[in-house]
T-cell receptor
């Protein structure tokens, strides 16, 4: 199956700084990838759809200027949390698109802690 | 609106079969049933999916009722490493996003 590599697995940053999370598809070309956020003891919530070569599509309530998504190549999508605050501390996960009869594959997740 | 309903938690004994139910009474004809699981602090892992026939792979079996309004994921011989949150998701032919509900927290006990 497809392998999705997410980096870093955990990061601690100071409030007000920016953090970049990388999501790589290792053995296939991904025109579309998804970014999720998961708070403790909660389920995954879709944040945005990352489209190669075009702007990302954000879910309602997600600030596009705060969560910058870049999908410049078919193997790399990045999520940058800008001016991070403690309330942005969460588990961020990327995934491939999959299809109706094809499973999606997920990265290992990134634990972001803003202090 | 939630498309699936799962019990919030269940315990099972190591070595025994674990049967995880899922209700999806509003499923439509072109929607698949997918199961994923998430072990603590990891990304979700695909388990199995099906449309209307029962399916089996190296991880689990999926039993879908004839009316397709419910399904059961069966872990044939649960191990401690199967402790995770299990998500049942209904996904349509043109529905590329996955909508995660609360899932079932499965705890396998020695």
């Amino acid at each position: 199956g497809a392998v999705v590599s997410q980096h870093p697995s955990r990061v601690i940053c100071k409030s007000g700084t920016s953090v970049k999370i990388e999501c790589r598809s290792l053995d296939f070309q991904a025109t579309t990838m998804f970014w999720y956020r998961q708070f403790p003891k909660q389920s995954l919530m879709l944040m945005a759809t990352s489209n190669e070569g075009s702007k990302a599509t954000y879910e309602q309530g997600v600030e596009k200027d705060k969560f910058l998504i870049n999908h410049a190549s078919l193997t790399l999508s990045t999520l940058t949390v800008t001016s991070a605050h403690p309330e942005d501390s969460s588990f961020y996960i990327c995934s491939t698109q999959g299809g109706a009869d094809t499973e999606a594959f997920f990265g290992q997740g990134t634990r972001l802690t803003v202090v | 609106d939630a498309k699936t309903t799962q019990p919030p938690s269940m315990d099972c004994a190591e070595g025994r079969a674990a049967n995880l139910p899922c209700n999806h009474s509003t499923i439509s004809g072109n929607e698949y049933v997918y199961w994923y699981r998430q072990i603590h602090s990891q990304g979700p892992q695909y388990i199995i999916h099906g449309l209307k026939n029962n399916e089996t792979n190296e991880m689990a079996s999926l039993i879908i009722t004839e009316d397709r309004k419910s399904s059961t994921l069966i872990l044939p011989h649960a191990t401690l490493r199967d402790t995770a949150v299990y998500y049942c998701i209904v996904r349509g032919f043109n529905d590329y996003k996955l909508s995660f509900g609360a899932g079932t927290t499965v705890t396998v006990r020695a």
